[in-house]
């Protein structure tokens, strides 16, 4: 039997999914990632969102401007797409190197998503016009309505829309945001290369019996929502198979406390200060550490076309202890901090 290693060095992560608001929230959430990855996608979802070229480049300098000095840290900002979206200007701010890609939320299907689309006829002109400049086209893949069960939003939104638009747009580069079932695992198998796939820290290591079983956990509580153990096993099987259509998003999603934890609680899991390390034990515990660095270096840019980070870093297995909450300067406001107060087994070294 061959010892795990107690160290790996593999090339800069970049997050493909974040969150990190705006504001006092966006200042103390912002240097989690900056420290750690080279890039992050920046998921558009404010309120109001960011629809525009014009709103992207205004968001993103005031991103740049809460970088904690000397960070070396891009963001790669997106756009919300709404029922209105002017082709035109999701093209020009493509071309212009503002947006490296589109978001899709359906209406109300998350977080921040009631200016979502509501009907997808009125977006294929934007993705006509997506597919014939190579533009990224980034999905939160659920279908929303009374009828359907929320474990199979995701199946749904396959089956009904995700599966024609495949074959509808075979130029249009996809990505299926935070994969969460075997059927979204195996769907993106099937399209790459594509379709691209990330998958978040909490949907490899929970399942709905951890999240409901013993108690309400609010921190449990995200869109896609966790589902089964052997929805669970699919995906550790497909991010830690090294395949390139699959890649590191952690869809770290702060939440004031009292919105988070409230009778009617707000989806999202604020987790950029344990991603990487939960993602090196999820790793270690299938046998593949050595595959770490496809799926948190290597497939993401791939996939965006983008060169992979030319730096390294090292992880060690030296346990720590998570913060249980993170403090929002001036604003008297707190966000707890997915897997905060346990041990976390790897650690990032300088
Ligand atoms: C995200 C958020 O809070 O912005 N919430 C979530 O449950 N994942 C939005 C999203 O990605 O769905
Ligand atoms: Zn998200």
């Not at 770290?252 to 939960?278: D, E, Q, Y």
């Amino acid at each position: 039997m061959s010892s795990t290693p107690t160290r790996i060095t593999i090339r800069r992560p970049d997050d493909w999914h974040l969150h990190v608001r705006d504001g006092k929230m966006l200042e103390a959430v912002l240097p989690y990632t900056a420290s750690v990855f080279g890039r992050a996608i920046l998921m558009p979802n404010l309120v109001p969102p960011v629809r525009t070229t014009r709103d992207a480049v205004a968001y993103r300098a005031r991103v740049l401007a809460a970088l904690p000095s000397g960070a070396r840290f891009t963001p790669l900002m997106t756009c919300y797409v709404t029922d209105d979206t002017d082709p035109d200007d999701v093209a020009r701010g493509f071309g212009e190197g503002v947006l490296a890609a589109a978001k899709l939320y359906p209406a109300n299907a998350t977080t921040n998503s009631a200016a979502g689309v509501t009907d997808y006829r009125r977006i294929m002109r934007v993705l006509e016009r997506m597919e014939k400049i190579d533009m990224p086209f980034l999905m939160h893949g659920e279908h929303v309505d009374d009828e359907t069960d929320i474990f199979d939003r995701e199946a749904v939104f396959i089956d009904r829309h995700l599966s024609k638009w495949v074959k509808q747009f075979p130029g249009l580069r996809m990505v299926l945001e935070h994969v969460s079932s075997k059927t979204g695992v195996d769907f993106v198998a099937g399209a790459a290369p594509q379709v691209g796939g990330t998958i978040t820290p909490y949907h490899l290591r929970l399942t709905r019996t951890d999240w409901l079983g013993s108690g309400l956990k609010p921190m449990m509580y995200a869109m896609p929502v966790i589902k089964t153990a052997a929805d669970r096993a699919a995906l550790r099987k497909a991010a830690t198979s090294g395949a390139p259509c699959y890649f590191l998003g952690t869809d770290s999603a702060p939440h004031p406390l009292a919105r988070k934890v409230a009778v009617n609680g707000v989806p999202g899991i604020f987790n950029a200060p344990v991603a990487l390390s939960t993602y090196a034990e999820v790793f270690e515990a299938e046998g593949a550490l050595v595959k770490l660095d496809a799926f948190a270096s290597l497939n993401g840019p791939k996939h965006y076309r983008l060169p992979p980070n030319e730096d390294a870093i090292t992880l060690e297995k030296s346990p720590w202890t998570a913060p249980v909450e993170i403090k929002v300067a001036g604003a008297d406001e707190r966000a707890l901090v997915y897997r905060g107060g346990e041990t976390i087994a790897w650690r990032l070294v300088e």
